[in-house]
């Protein structure tokens, strides 16, 4: 039959792909194509929806730049990120939950020794954060990499920031013989995820708010482990019950010990107050 109705469309074009010799696309598309013609029916979809979807969908493409990616921020505003992250990163035995990457990774960040300032010229106040990477069985890693980014104590990006100010609040740190790291950053704040572009409309027109409240992001990785993707999230945070992009698990909220002026856990004399954040990972072994 050439002619198809409302119903018939659907196994018509599952049949198309009676050739396909790869057993996992044709599960994922076989059902990609039975939710997608179903949500069609469901909501009746209109040609003015319809041509509204395929230029949000061109005006998402074309607002991704190599600074930007708006497709990680629709999956991430949509919680599909969230969801992809839990279905693959179980965290079970005591490993550290992992969560979103988000849009503002910048591979090659410099390896700065431990205890090394990741935020020399970035506005916001000082915190110095210490802990452990541990096996999931409490051995401490020598070595494992922490590759650590935030946006500045304003909640701003180097990537979002006005002309060419290469990295800011990025570095990668290694764990000593005892499995332990220090560095110094600020403490980071509550932000909106970009709201210029589609995704910003969208959220607007479905009355959300953009915020993330204020996290640390980190990859933590180690020879013969699973390496995770996560974040530190700032205890008492705005929007810390609304994440923007459902972040936030409970695991991974820390309080930020706020201190006087005086003598910090480097040595270093502050003159103004600061915070210490003490978290140990674990990581799974591979
Ligand atoms: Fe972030």
């Known amino acids: 039959m050439r002619e198809f109705d409302e119903q018939g469309i659907t196994a018509a074009v599952l049949a198309r792909m009676d050739q396909c010799g790869d057993a996992r696309f044709r599960q994922v598309m076989t059902s990609l194509i039975t939710h997608l013609h179903d949500f069609v029916r469901e909501v009746k979809l209109t040609d003015a929806e319809w041509m509204g979807a395929i230029q949000f969908l061109t ?38 939950d992992s969560t979103v990457q988000g849009p503002y990774y910048w591979e090659g960040a410099p390896e700065l020794p431990n205890g090394a300032n990741l935020a020399i010229g970035v506005k916001g106040e000082p915190a110095f954060y210490s802990g452990r990477v541990l096996s999931s069985d409490g051995t401490p890693i020598a070595g494992a990499l922490l590759d650590i980014w935030s946006g500045d104590g304003e909640g701003t990006y180097d990537l979002q920031m006005e002309g060419d100010v290469g990295m800011k609040a990025r570095g990668r740190i290694r764990t000593d013989a005892e499995g332990r790291y220090a560095f110094r950053s600020i403490k980071p704040e509550y932000y909106p995820v970009p709201t210029d572009g589609p995704v910003g409309i969208m959220l607007r027109r479905m009355g959300r708010h953009p915020m993330r409240p204020g996290h640390i992001h980190m990859m933590v990785s180690a020879p013969g482990h699973q390496a995770i993707t996560t974040h530190l999230f700032a205890a008492g945070s705005e929007y810390i019950d609304s994440d923007a992009v459902f972040g936030v698990k409970e695991s991974l909220v820390t309080p930020y010990a706020k201190h006087p002026p005086g003598a910090a856990p480097d040595g270093t004399r502050m003159e103004t107050a600061y915070y210490t954040v003490n978290y140990d990972f674990r990581l799974r072994r591979a």
């Open 59 to 96: 005006g998402v493409g074309k607002t991704c730049t190599d600074k930007r990616q708006e497709f990680i921020l629709l999956s991430d505003t949509l919680g599909v990120s969230i969801l992809v992250i839990t279905l693959n990163h179980p965290a079970s035995g005591g490993t550290t």
